[in-house]
């Protein structure tokens, strides 16, 4: 670093990103994008007298596509907030709800930004272990007297709490807003949607980069009390107030009306997924029970980091975490069944 870099952040670690090579030489199983393209409504959308319109600013409100999101969930429009991808959602809500005096809660084994988020705005963490299946502890999270984040379903373990279970924190922590990140929530587990007008401190992040197929668009959204949702405009008209470029923002209400599409990929993915773990556990593998576009497993003969490197020498990419509890496994994302079945012939050479 520079001798000009505030010394506040010296001890900064950023987040590391899954591997994108240039190149095409890769079936890419780490970064959990879709294996499918765009919907064909979001193609017919991007016409070229919209990029003409490149030159004019994009509605800083984003009425339109707020109004899609709005419709499609049954909510009211001053119920959602969108973002440049759920990241920048989730950081806006981390400075609207978070300071030196109020921590945030979330789990060890989880989402790295959160870890790193803190870390840039000087927020404590409240870090709350996983029990030894990857499980949470709803009791673990009463009266924390913190910002609570549930990653539901949680990444990397794929693994979802119900409705139900996030109800009891939301009882439990009245004082404190509870951020529910569904990034994974349609391949299989059950929105806390519907829990937003019953309880004023639950706020629901989604996104449209898994199961819309919009990874390189960068468009999330939250959903939740309007007075929430005023508090995340207030940290985006003081940061970024044209967060959503133009032609995001139509790909994004193309995608959010085009309902037919978006069954057909979850389903296809789900259909993978199971075929994936079938042939995983044939193997001897280990697995979480995912409901999410990926697999959290474990090799019974191969260390996780050895095969991570083994399968990229084949020509496969697939996600390595390291510490003590998770660096034996593997995230495998779900992709289409050729890829899929790539990766389970190039196991079966490797001996895994």
């Given at each position: ?107 060890d084994i989880t989402y790295g930004c959160y870890k790193v988020w803190c870390s840039l705005m000087g927020i404590p963490s409240k870090v709350i272990p996983l029990q030894e299946d990857y499980t949470v502890d709803i ?214």
């Amino acid at each position: 670093m520079s001798q000009y870099f505030t010394k506040s952040l010296a001890a900064l670690e950023p987040y590391t990103p899954g591997e994108q090579p240039r190149d095409q030489q890769y079936i890419k199983l780490n970064t959990n994008e879709s294996p499918f393209a765009a919907s064909p409504r979001v193609v017919a959308a991007i016409t070229g007298q919209e990029v003409e319109k490149l030159r004019l600013y994009s509605d800083p409100a984003c009425r339109d596509l707020i109004a899609a999101i709005a419709a499609r969930n049954r909510i009211r429009p001053e119920q959602v907030m969108v973002g440049n991808g759920s990241d920048e959602v989730l950081a806006f809500a981390l400075r609207a709800f978070c300071d030196g005096d109020t921590p945030l809660a979330y789990s060890d084994i989880t989402y790295g930004c959160y870890k790193v988020w803190c870390s840039l705005m000087g927020i404590p963490s409240k870090v709350i272990p996983l029990q030894e299946d990857y499980t949470v502890d709803i009791g673990q999270y009463k009266s924390l007297g913190a910002t609570i984040m549930l990653t539901n379903p949680n990444a990397p373990t794929g693994l979802a709490l119900t409705p139900g279970q996030v109800e009891e924190v939301l009882k439990a922590n009245p004082d404190h807003v509870v951020i529910v990140d569904e990034a994974y929530v349609d391949f299989g587990a059950e929105s806390c949607l519907p829990l937003i007008d019953k309880y004023p401190n639950l706020l629901v992040v989604q996104t449209f980069s898994k199961s819309r197929n919009l990874a390189g668009a960068r468009l999330g959204f939250a959903m939740g009390d309007p007075e929430l949702i005023a508090d995340l405009n207030r940290i985006k008209f003081s940061f970024n107030p044209y967060n959503v470029n133009r032609l995001t923002s139509l790909a994004g209400i193309a995608a959010m009306e085009d309902e037919e599409y978006f069954a057909s990929c979850t389903g296809k993915i789900r259909e993978n997924r199971a075929w994936t773990a079938q042939k995983l556990r044939e193997m001897d593998f280990t697995l979480t029970d995912s409901l999410t576009n990926f697999l959290f497993a474990q090799s019974s003969r191969i260390e996780g980091g050895a095969l991570a490197k083994a399968l990229r020498q084949k020509g496969i990419l697939v996600r390595h975490f390291e510490g003590e509890r998770v660096s034996n496994r593997l995230r495998i994302t779900i992709g289409s069944r050729p890829e899929m079945e790539a990766l389970i012939e190039a196991l079966k050479q490797l001996g895994a």
